[in-house]
């Protein structure tokens, strides 16, 4: 049996006329068995793209334009850029339709939320406050806690219920699109993941998992989930080895 196929979304075009991606991501999805390939947002015929892959990891990145889910565009919305934004949605809807595991990250979470009609938080510290910090200064990493829901699939495939998440966003999703339920908080209730029944082959998170995955066995569990998805596989072996606590 070769190989799944797995594509990762880069960032957007740069101002070197560049497209980039953060080598851990890749490095994880290689570690997990898999073949990784970067899709970037200039890429046509997504129908013909989706055929070929054997799974999608939906990355980081800035911020979705609020106009797509009729939001406020505040002052500390940065990073917008159209072609990412219409690429990744219509990539997002796409690839949930015809079921193809499907690994959203931070940004991630965000597009498929806005794409299946749900909205975003603009600004977590407006509406939350600070007494938790999902981004440090300069956007820096940060840690914090996250509970994670005993019976969902996120505690299955972690092989636990609370651990600390490396983070540094300022968004996140507010009204889970329809069918979705919330299954991760941090402990001011900022959503920290959603799941969806329709969906099954989905992991949809705000952390960065591949920031301390290669360390970290839980979070390289979430890329390993992807790629035996990918490869026909069921994710129940992945748990054997480690309740849930």
């Avoid at 806690?145 to 495939?157: C, F, G, H, N, T």
């Avoid at 959503?191 to 949809?204: G, V």
């Amino acid at each position: 049996m070769t190989n799944p196929l797995i594509g990762l979304t880069s960032y957007h075009r740069n101002e070197e006329d560049r497209f980039t991606l953060p080598a851990n991501y890749l490095a994880e999805i290689e570690r997990a068995g898999a073949i990784s390939v970067v899709v970037t947002p200039q890429t046509q015929n997504l129908s013909e793209l989706l055929q070929k892959l054997d799974g999608l990891i939906l990355t980081g990145g800035a911020d979705v334009d609020p106009a797509n889910y009729a939001g406020e565009h505040k002052q500390e919305v940065y990073g917008v850029n159209p072609e990412r934004d219409r690429f990744e949605l219509e990539l997002a809807t796409l690839a949930l339709k015809v079921d193809i595991p499907t690994m959203a990250i931070c940004r991630g979470i965000q597009v498929v939320n806005v794409a299946l009609g749900g909205t975003l938080v603009e600004h977590i510290p407006d509406e939350y406050g600070e007494t938790v910090a999902h981004r440090g200064e300069n956007f820096n990493k940060v840690m914090h806690p996250v509970a994670i829901e005993p019976d969902s699939k996120l505690a299955q495939i972690l092989g636990l219920t609370q651990f600390n998440c490396p983070s540094f966003h300022h968004q996140s999703v507010r009204k889970p699109a329809e069918g979705f339920r919330v299954v991760a908080q941090s402990a001011d209730g900022v959503i920290e993941a959603i799941e969806s029944e329709q969906h099954p082959k989905l992991i949809a998170v705000q952390w960065h998992p591949e920031y301390t995955a290669q360390t970290d066995r839980s979070q390289h569990r979430l890329f390993a989930a992807l790629v035996a998805w990918a490869s026909g596989k069921d994710i129940d072996e992945l748990s054997e080895d480690k309740q849930v606590t």
